[in-house]
């Protein structure tokens, strides 16, 4: 196993014109999971999963992806829920239906579970997406917190603040938690609007470049059809620009690229700290462009639906 992927699992309720709606699998750890599967890299997902209808579904998108289910065990919880909004332009924004849901109900034993069912998920990268889930909440989010807090014991951390306004109750809370878990781990991706949330009064480049100093060997801040930047600890700014496509919605497609990145640098063996600092700008380079390629295809689609590594050869 070469990424675990620790968050919530949840279903997006996309209203359609006619009043109708989609249940689609989603949630933003989760969607990044399903992408590095379909991109052919062992991945665990640590998350609890309902044993409900929409639970099955979930599951089955998993198991389809070829991602192994961190822990096993189902939780009774109903599964959350999440309805999209899309604008004229297909960008999303979501509603959430939390409490008591599942996507709050992961716990330590689940993590000590996971452990022991796959020792080898002890050893491999992790990858923390926010959303529903913020690091401010109590359970999960704690949890998460502290899966982040132990990232030397990772051979490499990565996070993805995936900031979602609807939920945080205390921004500057939030804003000092992920800021200490910033710290803490090896590579961030951001998106310009999540620096946009937490930093109203600043550059976001800005606040992506006091991050890239504070701890972390790169900070990726994406910025939709322009492309992406990343910012390395000591200086050095990489960019590569975005692909023209036509947009069906943007719903994962910051996950996809996300999973497209881990998925490069995982082609490079670069999923350990020391390698990826001393990488060369190059390598780096051609490893956002591919992240960019994998979120492009996801925006062509209805829904997170990141494409396989065929589907990505098809296209070039």
Not at 129 to 152: D, F, I, M, N
Not at 171 to 194: N, P, Q, Y
Not at 287 to 301: D, I, K, P, Y
């Amino acid at each position: 196993m070469h990424v675990v992927v620790a968050g919530e699992a949840l279903v997006d309720l996309v209203r359609e014109a006619d009043g109708s709606e989609r249940a689609l699998p989603g949630g933003s750890p989760f969607n990044v999971a399903v992408g590095l599967g379909r991109l052919g890299v062992p991945t665990g997902f640590l998350g609890a999963i309902s044993d409900d209808g929409f639970g099955a579904l979930l599951a089955a998108r998993l198991e389809d992806a070829g991602v192994t289910v961190l822990p096993a065990a189902r939780t009774t919880r109903p599964t959350t829920l999440a309805t999209v909004h899309l604008d004229a332009g297909g960008h999303a924004s979501y509603e959430f239906v939390l409490e008591g849901t599942s996507a709050t109900g992961m716990t330590d034993d689940d993590v000590a579970r996971a452990v022991e069912q796959v020792p080898a998920s002890a050893a491999a990268a992790l990858h923390v997406s926010l959303g529903a889930v913020t690091l401010t909440a109590p359970g999960t989010g704690t949890l998460l917190a502290r899966l982040v807090a132990a990232a030397p014991a990772r051979p490499l951390v990565s996070l993805d603040p995936n900031v979602r306004p609807a939920v945080i109750g205390d921004l500057v809370a939030e804003r000092a938690a992920i800021a200490a878990a910033v710290g803490a781990v090896d590579l961030v991706k951001v998106s310009d609007a999540d620096l946009e949330a937490l930093h109203p009064d600043r550059d976001p480049l800005a606040v992506a470049g006091d991050w890239a100093r504070s701890g972390p060997e790169i900070v990726v801040v994406t910025q939709g059809a322009q492309g992406a930047t990343a910012m390395r600890s000591d200086g050095r700014m990489l960019t590569v620009t975005g692909l023209d496509v036509d947009v069906v919605d943007t719903v994962g497609a910051g996950d996809a690229f996300t999973a497209g990145l881990l998925a490069a640098l995982d082609e490079r063996s670069l999923l350990e700290r020391r390698a990826l600092a001393t990488a060369d700008d190059v390598t780096l380079r051609d490893a956002l462009a591919f992240a960019a390629r994998v979120a492009a295809l996801t925006c062509m689609r209805h829904g997170a639906d990141p494409p396989r590594r065929s589907e990505l050869a098809d296209a070039a």
